[in-house]
């Protein structure tokens, strides 16, 4: 059974990606006690799965190693994954949350040895690489996954291979009998930090990412790019596994579109300015991006970043709201179908790789969130005074890029301490 002391003057943070990891060492380290709860195996979410930030380029593995020390060293913070709040009772001050906890099958005396993972031969896709490869179903969530203990598919429960994995352990760290459980916490203020999940680009029917092999989305090209991804970094297209070095970039998939989504999510064209890089890396002169635009939006010091990609001469800008793509059948290659408005022509150019830039919306919708809250028409988390001790950070919040969601992650748990001064002062 697990345990959790927490009481009216803990702070809850619901999600373990860059804000709700913020938020928690901003709370802890203002003397806070705060419980985190991540849904996944462990916590990063999906700045873990990006290969580079823009505009610097530098590799999210500084900040993330920064922010788990940090972690690891305070006493304050307790964390729980693979739990999911399915339940908030209570008023500003005195909240009751219901937890549900999944079993890992792995307990804490696992050292990550990987002698379980050497064990089972069953493979599952990898979540870590959005389903792009498969990994063992015995397997640590990625390199850098905090805990490092690994975790056994379901799949394998009650089999053969889930036998195999409890043998090879030499800590007696696989309990194939672990069972779901609920825990209920007491919290004074809950900080909301979900993230955001990609635009599901298969309903952006013209597109044909549910039928054209070659058509991808910009997080599964990020993962392409990482050497640590499904093809150790080298851009293949998953067709037949030919380098893509003629790639296309489509913005607003499925954005500032109210068949899909309304709103822009802020951070879909520097991630493709950014992705270009990627290609030219890879490939140098000879390769070659395409960025299909309505209008570029790089704001504050990103504008410095867009024009260096704009003055490379492997990318080519083309302002135009592409209306359809195809696959042609022997060559793999998809061919994009619209007009240019700056010279109003046609064009039919094919590519060897698509790249869909799809929007951002909240992975956790307002009306999906088990408390009275108020949230915009897009499901984000509005600053409401009626949604009392609960408070909407990161991209729960707003379409935000990684900076811009720290921020706001400090921010709500400013908003978090106060509340809970409030409670501190009433009680003594």
Known sequence: MTEVVATNETILVVGGGISGMTAALEAAECGKNVVLVEKNPSLGGRVSQLYRYFPKLCHPT?????NLRRLKGNKRIRVLTMAEVTEITGSKGDYTASIKLTPRYVNDNCTACGECGKAVETEVPDPFNYNLSKVKAAYLPHLMAYPQRYVLDPSIVGSADGEKAKAACKYDAIELDMQEETVQIKAGAVIWATGWKP???????????DRFSNVITSVEFERLSDPHGPTGGKILRPSDGKEAKNVAFIQCAGSRDENHLRHCSRICCMASLKQTNYVREAFGEEGKSTIYYIDIRAIDRFEDFYQKVQADKTVSFIKS???????????????????????????????????????????VKGANIPAEIVADSSGFIEADESNGGLFGAGCASNPLDVNRSVQSATASALRAIQVINKVARVEG
Do not use: F, W
């Open 62 to 66: 500084c900040g993330m190693e920064i």
């Open 199 to 209: 635009y599901d680009a298969g309903k952006i029917q013209p597109y044909g990412y």
């Open 321 to 363: 709201k592409v209306a359809k793509a195809m696959q042609d059948e022997k060559t793999g290659d998809v061919v994009l179908h619209g007009v240019d408005t700056e010279g109003y022509h046609r064009y039919a150019n094919a590519h060897d790789l698509v790249v869909l830039a799809v929007g951002m919306e909240p992975s």
